[in-house]
């Protein structure tokens, strides 16, 4: 089995996905905008999926509020970069992307598509672990492991999305620095997030949080 991350996109990106693999395999007009539409959705579903909606998912309070602005900084920081970095292209290179955007995508267990990638076995097995113990009431002992486990995981998720996909681009050596520079404080804002909200949850918040990432972690 292979270890993923990966989310159920919504129907409009699953719409985009599959108009951009029709365009890709037929069309001789231009692709780019169609790449666009669909890097441009996958980077707002992703950060909705991984940052916002676990956070609006635990009860109110003043950590709630503080950890939701933190997620909507990266995500509007990461929509500005993308939205700086993408732009008229050829198909030849709008194609390298769109193969990329594919890639990212496969079956779940339930046969339904997810937009993700590929996880070290070995973290998906120390994660799933770690979220099983703490639905079983042992957070408690935890939570430095979770705070090591999402690291990682971000860490990963930065470079497919930020790295791995903006080398399919083929950018310039100002955009090449820019992006970079994001990539730099996106992850430092990723990893003050881990470091605030894992310590500073309650046992019933512990479990909201690993029950929504239980979900979206997974082997097929």
Do not use: C, W
């Not at 992703?46 to 635990?58: F, G, K, M, W």
């Not at 590929?118 to 002992?141: C, H, I, R, Y």
């Not at 310039?172 to 605030?196: C, Q």
């Amino acid at each position: 089995m292979t270890g993923y991350f990966g989310f159920v996109p919504s129907t409009q990106l699953a719409n985009e996905i599959e108009n951009a693999r029709a365009k890709a395999a037929s069309s001789s007009e231009l692709l780019y905008p169609y790449r666009d539409s669909v890097a441009t959705s996958i980077n707002n579903e992703l950060i909705e999926n991984t940052l916002v909606q676990v956070v609006i998912d635990l009860p109110p309070n003043d950590k709630k509020d503080t950890m939701l602005k933190l997620a909507n900084f990266i995500k509007s920081t990461s929509s500005s970069l993308l939205g700086q970095l993408l732009g008229k292209a050829d198909n030849a290179q709008a194609l390298k992307s769109l193969a990329f955007l594919n890639q990212s995508t496969h079956l779940g267990a339930n046969g339904v598509e997810r937009v993700g990638f590929e996880l070290p076995e070995s973290l998906v097995n120390q994660m799933k672990t770690s979220f099983a113990a703490v639905a079983a009431g042992d957070g408690k002992n935890q939570r430095e492991a979770l705070q090591t486990q999402f690291k990682l995981f971000a860490d990963l998720s930065i470079k497919h999305y930020m790295e791995d996909f903006n080398k399919t681009l083929d950018l310039g050596m100002v955009k090449r620095g820019l992006a970079s520079a994001a990539k730099g404080t996106i992850t430092k804002a990723v990893h003050i997030a881990i470091d605030k909200l894992i310590p500073a949850l309650g046992k019933e918040e512990l479990m909201i949080f690993a029950a929504h990432y239980d979900q979206l972690i997974y082997k097929v």
